[in-house]
């Protein structure tokens, strides 16, 4: 490794104003949401595909590796922390173009710098009646960044990567290729469909070291014309699997279209305040008394899920209404559906059909409901649960040192396995101390993705070894017990029990060929 | 390459009767639906994945090449041909255990002999209320062969590449490996997901000779509790593209969840008989004449199209139906609904519904819909469109000696593109002869694939010359339009052009690290 050399020459590519050594930058870049203690010698911030290429031939040549973000709200898994020590950060926020767009054939192109709040925008200002479903995280963090994680949003493309094509791939040697019908100039499929013909290598670029994607085509879907949304929830633990298993259909036949989240108490409460240290008198964790308080006090059931119907018309929104309500009705506690026909009503005739709850938040979650491809920040709160001081007016949990990990296992789309798995989880996070924070991702009729949060303050002492030993505890009784996370965190890449088979050599001997300098991302999923 | 060493090591492991180097065998296995001279000089019969993974290793150690089959019905695109000469071929028929079912989570686990028949048969046995949408293609084809060429079925799982998991490969040089969590023993979610946990590497499997798929799980769908199918039929060109324009926003819009096809006359007639000869006085291609009377005779539009309703109750079913109804209605010629009301009305009270169509007809089209995953031999016929002699109570194109050829590009989901796409064709393999028989195969919203079948008669001197001529000339004007096929034939491996970019290089790679000795399918898809 040369690597006063890769800087002067990076240096003379980019100009001085692109690579980046000064410590507060540096600084900003080796800071998670957890304790890491890997350093970065720089950072590079190309402009266009071809600069990366040349980028990344520099880092062959003196042989100095690269760690590349899209705009590093990585949260929770390792923001823009390289894996290992040592690696200079590419990072590709100013490649922030939307590159094409169609309405007819509803897609949009964009560049890893592209965040979603921008697109939101974008489609708003052309008028577009097509949306693009939005995740929990926060407005400026990047569409491709999430869906190279494999990361969910909402509506019905809210399994993002199932719903794109057309990457362009930046290669560990430089070069350059497009997956899909990309590699032929001519073909007109190329935002439009898959997998091409060949191979279909674009899964080889999602959680992994083998490529640098630098553009990437959207799936985008029309506004429903009627939208119903609904909210639904339960006060019994008892009625868990019950409602999973009720829901499973609705999937399974095409009644529910849309990926969906049902939160537990403590989500809820870390998305509207933050932890009652007054009322705990500083005990950590939340006392039962206090839960169920707070429980009354927002109104919110053991667990309060969502969901929301896509319709053409009135009697098509009715009828899927009818039979999702039949469904859910008889098992759970609350079952709210909310249209434009009720939107319209006058207030009092609305507040009566819906007493008890506040109209103008009702309103409001119904006009910006994420389902309709809002971005949001509702979820941002959450990461100052244990903050003392209040989230300030511009939130930025590693400046103001919150602590926050996930753990996202995926599970059986089953009631006995859920709460199996929800058990498990609870147990473990409570005998560390902390609250367990979870949502049940339903990304398909297969499968539910249990998010778990492990939240703390990073200012108190001890609190970065006490969470991350929680954290790690946890993903290996959830590993012993079958139920694998989707997505792993930059600490854990190591933390995965032995293959039954020879993936491990298969991918060692993928990256081997691809990445023969080792210079892309090291340690990153593939085990090498 | 040491043949006669492998051959032993190959006898001594499978038994000399599951080793076949008699000439009868070895002609099926060298005969496809048009000219081939390559020489296969042995077929292995493989009945586990073990026995597979040992065969390949003899194949490395004596560096002769291998081409997997599974049932082999790749017509049209090659059958069991390998695409270069000298290959023993792999036949992983006996393979064909059904190897895990749920009928909770819906899926079903197989190897790569099951056959679409089998996978009905047992769902039927079970008693389970779960289909799988089948492709036009035989009964006897297997499931895991055409979803590796990225095929076809029907139902809202149609793009079945898209709805498959939990892939088992043997690797070139004999390793093993499970693609999503399968790595992982204890994972309960190999069957249930995708994606797993680091790259995502199944499509590397498709169309591609990195590796041998031993199993494969598919996923299920509910049997739908309303099926409404329908059809319509347009009788003039002009209206092609506002047929096309309708229908995007309907599969936009999920109103319209299934693939489905659109046929033009030529593909109709040749489900339904052969080669008017008598009438056309020997002449080819059919006079437009004798074009515009077997329409009428028929009953059939210049294209004629299909869908269905996957709905979970009456008022759902109405509801969609009326919103497909309103969208074509105003602009095709013919358009049908049947649903189980019909089904269950006295037959004047129906007769009278669907006047000058034959009700039995309609009643066993609705209740063996394709759509309803009901495997169909109704395409079969289409083989034989050209020869003289009828079709045998067993029909057998290779063995009969049909000459067919597909050619199938993906076109934009859009009305311009599509008849500019049609014209093309139809000039094309008009201008060799040959009648245009043409599904547009609606693959998703945003493209459809226009399946082009060249039909003629092998025992006809000089005609398997001319009928390739016309492929390859239909396929070099379709690339130069920017109409890429889908997928390709083993005659075509050579005829793509250029990369704009370095995907050829990048695939050569790829093959290079994986199957060091080239034993697999040399020359399949991958360049090398």
Same mark, same amino acid.
């Given at each position: 490794?040369?690597?006063?050399?890769?800087?002067?020459?990076?240096?003379?590519?980019?100009?001085?104003?692109?690579?980046?050594?000064?410590?507060?930058?540096?600084?900003?870049?080796?800071?998670?949401?957890?304790?890491?203690?890997?350093?970065?010698?720089?950072?590079?911030?190309?402009?266009?595909?071809?600069?990366?290429?040349?980028?990344?031939?520099?880092?062959?040549?003196?042989?100095?590796?690269?760690?590349?973000?899209?705009?590093?709200?990585?949260?929770?898994?390792?923001?823009?922390?390289?894996?290992?020590?040592?690696?200079?950060?590419?990072?590709?926020?100013?490649?922030?173009?939307?590159?094409?767009?169609?309405?007819?054939?509803?897609?949009?192109?964009?560049?890893?710098?592209?965040?979603?709040?921008?697109?939101?925008?974008?489609?708003?200002?052309?008028?577009?009646?097509?949306?693009?479903?939005?995740?929990?995280?926060?407005?400026?963090?990047?569409?491709?960044?999430?869906?190279?994680?494999?990361?969910?949003?909402?509506?019905?493309?809210?399994?993002?990567?199932?719903?794109?094509?057309?990457?362009?791939?930046?290669?560990?040697?430089?070069?350059?290729?497009?997956?899909?019908?990309?590699?032929?100039?001519?073909?007109?499929?190329?935002?439009?469909?898959?997998?091409?013909?060949?191979?279909?290598?674009?899964?080889?670029?999602?959680?992994?070291?083998?490529?640098?994607?630098?553009?990437?085509?959207?799936?985008?879907?029309?506004?429903?014309?009627?939208?119903?949304?609904?909210?639904? /929830? =339960?006060?019994?633990?008892?009625?868990? #699997?019950? +409602?999973?298993?009720? %829901? &499973?259909?609705?999937?399974?036949? @095409? !009644?529910?279209?849309?990926?969906?989240?049902?939160?537990?108490?403590?989500?809820?409460?870390?998305?509207?305040?933050?932890?009652?240290?007054?009322? /705990? =008198?500083?005990?950590?964790?939340?006392? #039962?008394? +206090?839960?169920?308080? %707070? &429980?009354?006090?927002?109104?919110? @059931? !053991?667990?309060?899920?969502?969901?929301?119907?896509?319709?053409?018309?009135?009697?098509?929104?009715?009828?899927?209404?009818?039979?999702?309500?039949? /469904?859910?009705?008889?098992?759970?506690?609350?079952?709210?559906?909310?249209?434009?026909?009720?939107?319209?009503?006058?207030?009092?005739?609305?507040?009566?059909?819906?007493?008890?709850?506040?109209?103008?938040?009702?309103?409001?979650?119904?006009?910006?409901?994420?389902?309709?491809?809002?971005?949001?920040?509702?979820?941002?709160?959450?990461?100052?649960?244990?903050?003392?001081?209040?989230?300030?007016?511009?939130?930025?949990?590693?400046?103001?040192?919150?602590?926050?990990?996930?753990?996202?296992?995926?599970?059986?789309?089953?009631?006995?396995?859920?709460?199996?798995?929800?058990?498990?989880?609870?147990?473990?996070?409570?005998?560390?101390?902390?609250?367990?924070?979870?949502?049940?991702?339903?990304?398909?009729?297969?499968?539910?993705?249990?998010?778990?949060?492990?939240?703390?303050?990073?200012?108190?002492?001890?609190?970065?070894?006490?969470?991350?030993?929680?954290?790690?505890?946890?993903?290996?009784?959830?590993?012993?017990?079958?139920?694998?996370?989707?997505?792993?965190?930059?600490?854990?890449?190591?933390?995965?029990?032995?293959?039954?088979?020879?993936?491990?050599?298969?991918?060692?001997?993928?990256?081997?060929?691809?990445?023969?300098?080792?210079?892309?991302?090291?340690?990153?999923?593939?085990?090498?």
């Amino acid at each position: 490794m040369d690597f006063s050399g890769a800087l002067q020459a990076w240096r003379q590519l980019l100009g001085n104003e692109h690579v980046l050594v000064d410590p507060t930058s540096l600084a900003q870049v080796q800071t998670a949401t957890f304790a890491t203690t890997q350093q970065v010698p720089a950072i590079l911030q190309p402009a266009t595909t071809t600069e990366v290429q040349a980028c990344v031939r520099i880092a062959n040549h003196y042989k100095t590796p690269l760690y590349p973000i899209s705009r590093g709200k990585n949260w929770g898994y390792g923001s823009r922390v390289p894996v290992q020590d040592g690696c200079v950060v590419l990072d590709l926020g100013r490649m922030n173009r939307i590159v094409d767009y169609n309405e007819e054939l509803a897609y949009v192109t964009v560049e890893p710098g592209v965040t979603q709040q921008q697109i939101y925008d974008f489609l708003h200002d052309q008028g577009s009646h097509l949306f693009l479903g939005m995740t929990g995280g926060p407005p400026d963090s990047s569409l491709i960044g999430n869906t190279l994680e494999r990361g969910v949003g909402k509506g019905p493309y809210g399994e993002r990567f199932a719903h794109v094509c057309g990457l362009e791939v930046v290669l560990p040697t430089g070069h350059c290729i497009h997956t899909g019908f990309g590699r032929f100039a001519q073909a007109k499929t190329t935002r439009l469909h898959r997998w091409g013909l060949g191979p279909a290598v674009d899964g080889l670029f999602t959680q992994s070291n083998l490529g640098i994607v630098t553009e990437m085509t959207f799936w985008l879907l029309p506004k429903a014309r009627h939208l119903q949304v609904f909210a639904y /929830a =339960i006060h019994d633990v008892e009625k868990l #699997p019950l +409602l999973v298993d009720a %829901l &499973r259909p609705l999937l399974q036949q @095409g !009644l529910i279209q849309t990926t969906f989240t049902i939160n537990n108490d403590y989500r809820t409460f870390s998305y509207v305040q933050q932890y009652p240290w007054t009322e /705990a =008198i500083g005990q950590t964790p939340l006392p #039962p008394s +206090l839960r169920a308080h %707070l &429980r009354q006090k927002w109104d919110t @059931g !053991l667990w309060f899920g969502e969901g929301a119907i896509y319709a053409a018309s009135a009697a098509q929104a009715h009828s899927v209404r009818t039979l999702i309500h039949e /469904a859910l009705a008889p098992l759970v506690d609350l079952l709210i559906f909310f249209d434009e026909t009720m939107a319209a009503l006058p207030r009092e005739a609305l507040q009566a059909l819906i007493p008890g709850i506040d109209i103008d938040e009702a309103l409001a979650w119904y006009s910006q409901h994420p389902q309709r491809g809002v971005p949001t920040q509702a979820a941002l709160p959450m990461t100052y649960w244990r903050k003392t001081d209040p989230m300030p007016a511009q939130p930025d949990p590693e400046r103001d040192r919150c602590g926050f990990l996930w753990c996202a296992p995926a599970i059986p789309f089953d009631g006995q396995e859920i709460c199996a798995a929800v058990t498990l989880i609870e147990e473990t996070v409570f005998a560390h101390g902390y609250e367990p924070s979870l949502a049940l991702q339903c990304v398909s009729p297969r499968t539910i993705y249990i998010t778990t949060a492990i939240v703390y303050d990073r200012t108190v002492a001890g609190e970065d070894a006490r969470a991350q030993a929680c954290h790690d505890d946890l993903l290996a009784r959830l590993l012993q017990a079958g139920y694998v996370p989707y997505r792993l965190g930059i600490q854990s890449m190591g933390q995965l029990p032995p293959a039954q088979d020879d993936t491990v050599a298969f991918l060692q001997t993928l990256k081997q060929a691809l990445d023969p300098n080792q210079i892309l991302a090291p340690g990153r999923y593939t085990g090498s």
